[in-house]
């Protein structure tokens, strides 16, 4: 996975941006216009709002591209205590929870990420925005599955990209859908990344009839 990761200096609060994860999702646009204008240089300014208003609004980023560090002593971000994973039409799956994506050249650990499902990111597994070019999936769940009366959500959230196959995801885990109905929760799946499934976000198989390849 590639990094470009740029720092922007607060009297209390040290913000990191990471160009190269970043999908322009906008939250923290749209939460703090003040602190975050694109259009200004340098586009963040950590002092035009409290620390605790800045980390409120960088925990919403949905791809972990924004990330702090407080140096007033303040609360740190926390690893969330649910792991969840949400299907975005004719997009990514955003992820939130304790995250371990494990790939042959190492484990890479965060609590948000987006994981690229179009098949096409030149940054896989991470997405880069490629769906745009018009992968199109809506973002409803096709089946339900509820835990038993011992499942409990939390712990570690194992993603493991298989060599030219899906996501194997270990550990517990809620699937939602944009309408908010159907659940799904589980401890093991497997997640279509080609982009070319007929049950997505679940993997049916497709990737090997369509020879999707892919190193990570």
Not at 83 to 92: A, E, K, L, S, Y
Not at 110 to 136: E, I, M, W, Y
Not at 174 to 203: H, M, T, Y
């Amino acid at each position: 996975m590639k990094k470009k990761i740029y720092q922007y200096s607060g009297e209390e609060i040290e913000v990191s941006y990471d160009l190269v994860r970043c999908i322009h999702a906008e939250e923290c646009v749209h939460g703090l216009p003040q602190v975050f204008n694109p259009k200004k240089r340098p586009w963040i300014e950590p002092n035009q709002a409290s620390a605790d208003e800045l980390a409120d609004v960088i925990m919403r980023c949905p791809t972990g591209a924004l990330h702090f560090e407080r140096t007033d002593g303040g609360f740190v971000e926390h690893v969330p205590d649910e792991n969840t994973i949400m299907i975005v039409p004719d997009g990514p799956l955003y992820l939130r929870g304790e995250i371990e994506i494990i790939e042959p050249e190492g484990t890479f650990r965060d609590t948000r990420v987006a994981l690229c499902r179009c098949g096409l990111s030149k940054n896989k597994p991470l997405c880069d925005n490629s769906h745009l070019k018009g992968f199109q999936a809506d973002g409803k769940l096709a089946e339900e599955k509820l835990g038993s009366e011992t499942w409990v959500n939390g712990g570690v959230l194992k993603v493991i990209p298989s060599l030219n196959g899906p996501f194997e995801i270990r550990g517990n885990f809620e699937i939602r859908g944009v309408d908010g109905g159907a659940k799904f929760l589980g401890n093991q799946e497997w997640l279509c990344r080609c982009g070319g499934s007929g049950n997505k976000p679940f993997c049916d198989g497709t990737h090997r009839k369509i020879g999707f390849s892919s190193e990570a």
